[in-house]
């Protein structure tokens, strides 16, 4: 009986061996442009396999480091996995980055995410300068619950508005 298989892990098995290890640099594994490493995770004998590192101008593997990097924990420029650190953008579950960061907790100058944190942040609970989200926490803050010293929100706790209210009395 045949085992369904995504199409482009049956590319990838298809390409690089059913259950081993994707090990391929390109043009030379000295000096690789592209790099894709895997152990594609299969246990032999009862252990699990050690992750590989990819290096590279583009890096896709375990963990990936280079310009453009995708992999579960991955370091570059632009990177995309489970944890992701870039420098200019970072997309995964855990992202943080210098410049624009997406996930569930996202950490960055503009962050989107369940958790973002930043100078704008936009998500469930947002942290930051200006923060837009269901529970609002910054300087400028706006949503349901709004923490900080200007916005507006369902539930103010808003310096602005304790001044006001201060104010009248």
Do not use: C, N
């Amino acid at each position: 009986m045949m085992q369904w298989m995504h199409p482009f892990m049956r590319f990838v098995t298809s390409r690089f061996g059913h259950g081993g290890e994707v090990d391929y640099q390109w043009p030379s594994p000295q000096l690789p442009v592209i790099s894709i490493r895997s152990s594609m995770g299969e246990y032999r004998g009862g252990h699990r396999p050690s992750p590989k590192v990819a290096i590279g101008l583009i890096a896709v593997g375990d963990i990936a480091v280079g310009l453009i990097s995708i992999g579960a924990i991955s370091l570059g420029v632009l990177s995309f996995g489970a944890v992701a650190l870039g420098v200019w953008l970072a997309l995964g579950a855990v992202a943080i980055s210098g410049s624009f960061a997406a996930g569930a907790v996202a950490a960055s100058w503009l962050s989107v995410g369940a958790v973002a944190i930043g100078e704008w942040a936009l998500g469930a609970v947002a942290i930051a300068e200006t923060a837009l989200g269901v529970v609002s926490i910054g300087e400028w803050a706006y949503g349901v619950v709004a923490i900080g010293a200007h916005g507006f929100g369902l539930i103010p706790i808003i310096g602005d508005l304790f001044k006001w209210f201060g104010d009248l009395f």
